[in-house]
């Protein structure tokens, strides 16, 4: 009998216990208790497309716009070049719709290349509007491409491409797909150009980098994957060659070995479609390898930009603290300067009123000369009048 009294209050703990853990559990979805980096998304990827000016960098993302469209893979197309005629694709976001190239040249008397660059900044100033219009079809997407200016270093250096870069790599995971023209890198010193400047673009990024050999089907790219894997074959490409470029560039081969190993590399073709599923292949591989390496390092980099902003906080507090220590309640009056450029204000003032009445009294005596220069002036009109015939 005891056991069956005591079995309602038992049932009633029960359901109360349960009831609670139902309302934890809803203020806890409520308050949007998740992971600690909710506002970033891996979905979808950004792929900047970088290269040097003729390597077929619109051309291949038409190609790549054309593929997406094709294989039913949801693509986002985004074009920052400001001084483009016409498009081969469509552009969701297109920076010619927000700034007009040509007006920025005018009104600032620019040439093309700061024309360019002044539309960069301009544009760079509501990126965060882009950012909002990205993150809002985040769930409808699986790829933002983004096309840039031809002049490569106006993206790559600039504070904008800095902007544009570090805003899309806070949020999304963003991978750099370098464009090489394939047939005029079979010289050796222009294949270690481009050699360097992918190099200099991966560690100023710090963002995976795709390297993308277009124009195979002109050339194929098979001596450079050579070139990078063996530097005895590059070498021996250099051996004809005696100048002072070909003995710099064996020396950066050397250098570069390391660089190589780290690399991803496809070759494709932006006109007949080739290489395209390798491409986005390496994409994916790169945008997890910006998931586990690259982005711990940007929220290492955040964390500690963040810790800095607390000490430079604490900081000024302790100051203020001592100060108010110092002062014991009292009332401080803080030298601004206002009073002291009203004492000389003044001063200035009554030094002019001086001076002024120091004119006066000169022009008085000066008049008064003045008259008795007049009087005999008129006597010597009287005497030259005299000798008139």
Request: with cysteine; hydrophobic share 35%.
């Amino acid at each position: 009998m005891e056991i069956d009294s005591k079995t309602p209050e038992n049932a009633t703990s029960v359901v109360t216990e349960s009831k609670d853990a139902d309302s934890i559990s809803k203020t806890m979805e409520q308050l949007d208790i998740g992971e600690p980096s909710s506002c970033f998304k891996r979905k979808p990827v950004i792929v900047i497309v970088v290269g040097m000016a003729g390597s077929g960098k619109t051309t291949f993302l038409h190609r790549l716009v054309s593929h997406t469209m094709s294989s039913k893979i949801r693509g986002y197309v985004m074009n920052l070049d400001p001084a483009v005629m016409t498009l081969p694709y469509g552009a969701n976001i297109d920076i010619r719709d927000t700034v007009r190239y040509k007006e920025v040249m005018k009104e600032y008397n620019l040439g093309p290349n700061g024309g360019i660059l002044t539309s960069l900044n301009l544009f760079a100033t509501k990126f965060d509007e882009v950012i909002g219009l990205v993150e809002r079809r985040a769930d409808e997407l699986d790829y933002v491409l983004v096309d840039t200016p031809g002049q490569i270093e106006i993206f790559t250096w600039s504070a904008s491409g800095a902007i544009i870069t570090e805003a899309f790599a806070s949020t999304f995971p963003t991978v750099i797909a370098y464009v090489v023209d394939t047939p005029r890198s079979s010289s050796p010193a222009t294949f270690m150009s481009n050699m360097l400047y992918a190099c200099s673009i991966l560690y100023k990024t710090r963002l995976p980098l795709v390297l993308v050999f277009n124009k195979t089907d002109v050339a194929q790219h098979d001596f450079a994957l050579e070139w990078m894997k063996d530097f005895e074959v590059f070498h021996a490409a250099l051996d004809s060659d005696h100048s002072y470029t070909s003995t710099l560039t064996r020396s950066l081969s050397l250098a570069l070995e390391e660089f190589y190993e780290n690399l991803k590399t496809v070759g494709v073709s932006a006109v007949t479609g080739a290489g395209m599923d390798a491409f986005f292949k390496t994409v994916e591989a790169s945008a997890e390898e910006y998931m586990e390496t690259y982005k711990t390092d940007l929220d290492k980099r955040r964390a500690e930009k963040q810790r800095l902003e607390e000490e430079r906080r604490k900081e000024n507090m302790d100051k203020l603290l001592k100060d108010m220590e110092k002062s014991r309640g009292e009332t401080v009056v803080l030298s601004t300067g206002l009073k002291d450029k009203k004492d000389d204000k003044s001063k200035m003032e009554c030094d002019e009123n001086e001076e002024d009445e120091e004119e006066e009294d000169d022009y008085e005596i000066f008049s008064e000369n003045g008259d008795d220069d007049d009087v005999i002036d008129e006597d010597e009109d009287e005497e030259i009048a005299s000798f008139r015939f």
